[in-house]
């Protein structure tokens, strides 16, 4: 975690104290009292961080981290779709110190391909498959004769459907889908990512896997490094680096988004301002 020009281990629930001065001391107090059960775990989002980790957590890290992510007031999530994703640790966990090896979280342990990157998850799929379209647009899908009409290509029957297309393009693709459930969907509101991806000439000089930003100074929220998850990912003495930039709404103007990415990373001194990048 990147916060007040110090970068400390995850969670940042347990290596807060690492912080120093009136920041810790805030987180502390705040967890301290969380720890009594006299902070509401019961409410929303927000509520839930504040009478979970307390008013210091919720300041610090909780509350902007969130907000940057989500791009959406925390008081309208419910925090029962987010909290499993949070690392909850006791107060115990906070006065003796962890070993960085045990870990807190449902992402503390992760399997990453030794070669060619997280591609390889989508050829493993495939070589269980014996009809493979790529490049090919899902037009129309009937839920009653359970087929998918792929252009160009005509009509596929289905036993089991997997979409991943965003939810209401799918809702758009169903016929006779009922009126109630068709606006429904056009009234959710999407939170998307922008991924800038550099290629550096050099090794990323950190064995970070990812460092999360909560700060408003940097318009991404994380930064994640392939190469130190494994160094098969890019060429031989290169780094790889991708910033991950949260925006509500169709459209972001990436020539922008990507010049505050690498100042941005020049401040949190990932980067040099006069870095060569390979791509």
Known sequence: VSLLDKTIPYPF????????????????????????????????????????????????????????????????IDSESVRRFIPRVKLSDVRNGISEREGHGYNALIYYPKRGGIEELAKAFALELNCVHVNSRVTAIDADSMTVTVKGKGKTSY??????????????????????????????RVCAILSVNLGLDRPTGNGAHWIYFPEKKFIFHRVGFPSNVSNNVCPRGGGSLTAEISYSGKNINVSAAVKKVKSGLVSAEIISRNEKFAC
């Open 13 to 76: 629930q347990v290596y807060f104290p690492m912080l120093g001065g009136e920041a810790a001391k805030e987180c502390m107090e705040g967890l301290r009292k969380a720890a009594t059960g006299k902070g509401k775990t019961d409410a929303g989002f927000k509520k839930w961080i504040t009478g979970r980790f307390g008013a210091g957590f919720a300041k610090y890290f909780m509350i902007p981290y969130n907000e940057k992510m989500w791009r959406t007031p925390l008081t309208e």
């Open 159 to 188: 036993a089991k459907l997997v979409s991943t297309m965003p939810l209401p393009e799918l809702i758009g693709l169903i016929k006779n889908i009922p009126a109630d459930v068709y606006r429904a969907a056009s009234e959710l």
